[in-house]
């Protein structure tokens, strides 16, 4: 299982050197994991001789792919997401890049020879459990050289902000990170009441929890994600924070307060949209400069307050920008949906007396030609063209009568 993704892992490496190109394209996720996973990468590649240019993306978008295979003879490295698009990267790649997938997410065999797909889920392991972005990065970094092995704790930190542990500790890939991140000074862990384990980093004010530390990140990627967010948690994982990072975080924590307040207040007044089963609203392009992700954000912090029907479905729609940071503008014309449910109803559908949200947003994202990526049963979104919103939620209420909840 590890010994065929090492193997995997050396041949790529070999693979790299064999590159005239000197300049490696890394796509990174913007969350804590991606942000520890761009910055482990950026320094390895960066020691073996290669040029970084990173791109932060909040998704894969396909509009954006398409526009990163137009080019050829490149190296093109996704780390923290694609490793279940890799059919699709391998079909816009036909041999002509050589494309490195560094994700734990749920993974397909690429169908290219160029495109090495070196997610551990093809090879036993569970990135829900075993190993995170960040770990299977710094294994990979570990193959470059062993020397990178000194970037240990940020592997540990982007696992433990991923948040999978078993009986409320690291395991596997995960653990062997944070171990050696104690080893070298940087981690201490200590049990914790009630058990499992909690894990501190070493920074220039004591010993601070590693969650917090993630939580830092997270609101430079996705609240920042327009601005300097992501660039400043790059350079906070490499650098330590500082100062100037401190005071980002803090605008960026007010920016959010303000943004969710004025959309709470106007709810208020104005209230949800109604079907039958589902509440909605729209923020439109309000949360810019944050990142998309805050419509799922937002959602969860109105999930639990009174403005809610508790026995319906909350459904929040945000519009995806036309661009891509550091990447210039790319046309999307999408918007995003978050969808979630009040705790009440988290009961009635674990209970299996209403239909999760993955059994038919994803089915009507389908119907409609959107873009479904993470949906579970309490949680999920899609992306669907602008202008489709309302035919969204019809389609959702018609899926959900033909199961007989009509
Ligand atoms: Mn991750």
Redesign the pocket.
């Known amino acids: 299982m590890l010994d065929a993704l090492k193997d995997a892992m050396a041949s790529a490496a070999e693979e790299l050197e064999k590159m005239p190109e000197r300049v490696v394209q890394l796509f990174h996720?913007n969350?804590a994991?991606?942000l520890t996973?761009g910055a482990i990468l950026t320094r390895a590649f960066e020691r073996k001789g290669f040029e970084v240019r990173r791109f932060c993306l909040e998704k894969p978008y396909p509009a954006v792919l398409e526009k990163v295979y137009e080019q050829e003879g490149k190296i093109i490295v996704f780390a923290?997401f694609a490793g279940r698009i890799a059919p699709l990267l391998s079909e816009l790649n036909q041999g002509r890049n050589l494309t490195l997938i560094l994700?734990?997410?749920i993974a397909e065999p690429s169908t290219d020879a160029r495109v090495l797909n070196l997610d551990p889920d093809l090879f036993g392991l569970k990135?829900d459990r075993d190993i995170?972005?960040?770990a299977t990065g710094y294994l990979f970094a570990r193959t470059l050289d062993p020397a990178n092995r000194d970037l240990a704790h940020l592997a540990a930190i982007?696992a433990v902000a991923?948040g999978f542990f078993v009986d409320g500790a690291l395991v596997s890939e995960n653990r062997a990170a944070a171990l050696e991140a104690v080893e070298q000074g940087w981690f201490k862990i200590e049990p914790r009441e009630g058990g499992g384990e909690e894990y501190l980093l070493s920074g220039p004010r004591g010993w601070t929890p590693v969650l917090e530390f993630g939580d830092y990140l997270d609101i430079l990627g996705a609240v920042g994600y327009y601005g300097e967010g992501p660039e400043a948690g790059v350079r906070v994982c490499l650098e330590g924070v500082s100062e100037e990072s401190d005071q980002m975080v803090d605008e960026y924590r007010a920016t959010m307060r303000k943004a969710f307040d004025a959309e709470i207040a106007a709810l208020r007044t104005d209230g949800f949209r109604h079907t039958p089963h589902i509440q909605w609203f729209h923020v439109g392009d309000r949360f810019f400069p944050m990142g998309v992700k805050m419509i799922g954000v937002f959602c969860d912090a109105v999930k639990v307050m009174d403005i809610v029907d508790p026995e319906k479905y909350i459904a929040g729609y945000q519009v995806v920008p036309d661009e891509v940071p550091g990447f210039g503008p790319v046309p999307m014309h999408q918007v995003k949906i978050s969808m979630r449910v009040a705790p009440s109803m988290e009961e009635v559908i674990r209970s299996g007396r209403m239909p999760g949200l993955h059994t038919f947003l994803p089915e009507a994202t389908h119907r409609l030609g959107g873009f479904s990526d993470a949906c579970h049963s309490l949680t999920a979104a899609t992306t669907v063209e602008i202008g489709k919103e309302q035919q969204l939620i019809d389609e959702m209420e018609t899926i959900l009568g033909e199961y007989g909840h009509g």
């Open positions: 996720h969350d994991d991606g996973s923290d994700d734990h997410h990135g995170s972005g960040s982007g991923d």
